[in-house]
């Protein structure tokens, strides 16, 4: 016996078709995301411009997952670039700088949606061009092979490297001069030896190009 469905029942049944097509075309269409990019010289302050940018969105598949470009430019001459892109719930975004020439340092050059690089949609890129340096490291008091020198250094754009420690007589003549961040760069270290313990903290600031020399006589 065929069931006659009552009005009332017919338009809650179109109502919950209506809700659920309504619904695909949100999530197919996804959301505006506003995306501010700015590109910085951290040794001078000053906005690196003309440097390229694109967003790429990707999503993952069995068979390997696929990739595309949402947007793509040249950021300005304040280094910055605006844009709003149709973000899908269903695929990931990342915002990627092209890493300037004669750089020798950088936070990132791709930075991803919703990671501690994403401050409400703005992502800093920081870079730092090149410089030379060369060490020159000599325990010059040298109490025996229990002698030991610790040393850390840090630029003021980043945090404190590991610890590198040497034991004995250590002397380092020197050797050729390497590329290294410009800007400021602090150098903390210690030295243990049956006499007794001292500590030191020097730095050293190279502009970009500049060549320097570190001298640790311990």
């Given at each position: 016996?065929?069931?006659?469905?009552?009005?009332?029942?017919?338009?809650?049944?179109?109502?919950?078709?209506?809700?659920?097509f309504l619904l695909l075309i949100l999530i197919s269409c996804g959301k505006k995301r506003a995306i501010h990019i700015t590109a910085i010289d951290v040794v001078t302050g000053q906005p690196y411009a003309g440097l390229e940018y694109t967003v790429r969105s990707s999503i993952s598949k069995k068979d390997g997952g696929e990739s595309r470009t949402e947007a793509n430019g040249i950021l300005d001459d304040k280094g910055e670039a605006r844009l709003i892109i149709q973000a899908?719930?269903?695929?990931?975004?990342?915002?990627?700088?092209?890493?300037?020439?004669?750089?020798?340092?950088?936070?990132?050059?791709?930075?991803?949606?919703?990671?501690?690089?994403?401050?409400?949609?703005?992502?800093?890129?920081?870079?730092?061009?090149?410089?030379?340096?060369?060490?020159k490291i000599a325990n010059v008091n040298c109490e025996g092979a229990t002698d030991l020198f610790n040393l850390r250094n840090r630029y003021t754009y980043e945090e404190w490297s590991i610890w590198f420690d040497v034991t004995g007589c250590y002397s380092?003549?020197?050797?050729p001069y390497i590329q290294v961040p410009a800007g400021k760069r602090y150098f903390q270290w210690k030295v243990t030896r049956p006499s007794g313990t001292t500590e030191h903290i020097d730095s050293i600031e190279l502009l970009p190009g500049e060549y320097g020399e570190l001298n640790i006589h311990y």
């Amino acid at each position: 016996m065929k069931r006659i469905i009552p009005i009332g029942e017919k338009r809650i049944i179109k109502k919950s078709f209506l809700c659920i097509f309504l619904l695909l075309i949100l999530i197919s269409c996804g959301k505006k995301r506003a995306i501010h990019i700015t590109a910085i010289d951290v040794v001078t302050g000053q906005p690196y411009a003309g440097l390229e940018y694109t967003v790429r969105s990707s999503i993952s598949k069995k068979d390997g997952g696929e990739s595309r470009t949402e947007a793509n430019g040249i950021l300005d001459d304040k280094g910055e670039a605006r844009l709003i892109i149709q973000a899908k719930p269903n695929r990931s975004y990342s915002v990627i700088v092209k890493q300037p020439i004669n750089s020798c340092y950088n936070n990132s050059t791709v930075m991803h949606f919703n990671s501690p690089y994403d401050k409400d949609g703005h992502f800093t890129f920081e870079f730092a061009p090149c410089a030379y340096m060369r060490s020159k490291i000599a325990n010059v008091n040298c109490e025996g092979a229990t002698d030991l020198f610790n040393l850390r250094n840090r630029y003021t754009y980043e945090e404190w490297s590991i610890w590198f420690d040497v034991t004995g007589c250590y002397s380092n003549t020197g050797g050729p001069y390497i590329q290294v961040p410009a800007g400021k760069r602090y150098f903390q270290w210690k030295v243990t030896r049956p006499s007794g313990t001292t500590e030191h903290i020097d730095s050293i600031e190279l502009l970009p190009g500049e060549y320097g020399e570190l001298n640790i006589h311990y």
